[in-house]
């Protein structure tokens, strides 16, 4: 079973924040979280990952709560390119080994 | 950042035959991973592709299904074996070093008739 949920999906506005929150309550000390967009027919594209503090990239913010058993990602401007699948993964019991739930449909509107 | 490509990235095949899928990252990565995503479905890790020995594979797949070689540090070769509809699927490959970014490729997609 999967050790992550989210929302099955979310609109948003163009121009607005994007908050999607995970949930991950048994994730285990070492786990990463880790962030991956499929935008239709492509590959998951890497967004941003984090162990225990808040991360900021070029592309999105993460916030992981001091518990570590939710985390929520931020896109700060949404763009309809935004328009994609978003995962909330953990990489398991080795590095790198990434168990991906359902994902958010991310709809972005004008 | 690592560029990951596959071959080919898509295919027809008819059920009882073989595919084998290439995997090349254009740098040396630590780490390679192959994933299926079937259709409408999230991905599921298949296994790690071990370089120099036999790779470590998950539950529910077994080696004989699906072969997988990884012979130096930039490459990597997962083959469906005796394929049959239910194989029709997105194969992807993934790499990276290690607790840093994990690159995916942009996947095969494979149909079994």
């Known amino acids: 079973d999967a050790k992550t949920t989210q929302p099955p999906s979310m609109d948003c506005a163009e121009g607005r924040a994007a908050n999607l929150p995970c949930n991950h309550s048994?994730?285990?000390?070492?786990?990463?979280v880790y962030w991956y967009r499929q935008i239709h027919s492509q590959g998951p594209q890497y967004i941003i990952h984090g162990l225990k503090n808040n991360e900021t990239n070029e592309m999105a913010s993460l916030i992981i709560t001091e518990d570590r058993k939710s985390s929520t990602l931020i896109l700060p401007h949404a763009t309809l390119r935004d328009t994609a699948v978003y995962y909330c993964t953990l990489d398991g019991d080795s590095w790198g080994k990434l168990q991906f739930g359902a994902g958010t449909q991310v709809v972005v509107t004008p | 950042s690592a560029v990951i490509s596959q071959k080919p990235s898509r295919d027809i095949c008819q059920r009882g035959t073989s595919l084998t899928i290439q995997c090349q990252v254009d740098s040396q990565v630590t780490m390679m991973f192959w994933y299926r995503q079937q259709p409408g479905q999230s991905l599921t890790l298949i296994a790690t592709?071990?370089?120099?020995?036999?790779?470590?594979?998950e539950s529910g797949f077994v080696i004989d299904k699906f072969p997988i070689s990884r012979p130096n540090l930039t490459f990597s070769t997962l083959t469906v074996s005796n394929m049959s509809p239910e194989d029709s699927s997105i194969y992807l490959c993934?790499?990276?070093?290690?607790?840093?970014?994990?690159?995916f490729g942009s996947g095969t997609q494979l149909s079994v008739l």
């Open positions: 592709a071990n370089q120099g020995s036999e790779a470590t594979y």
């Open positions: 048994t994730i285990s000390g070492n786990e990463y």
């Open positions: 993934s790499a990276g070093t290690g607790y840093e970014k994990l690159f």
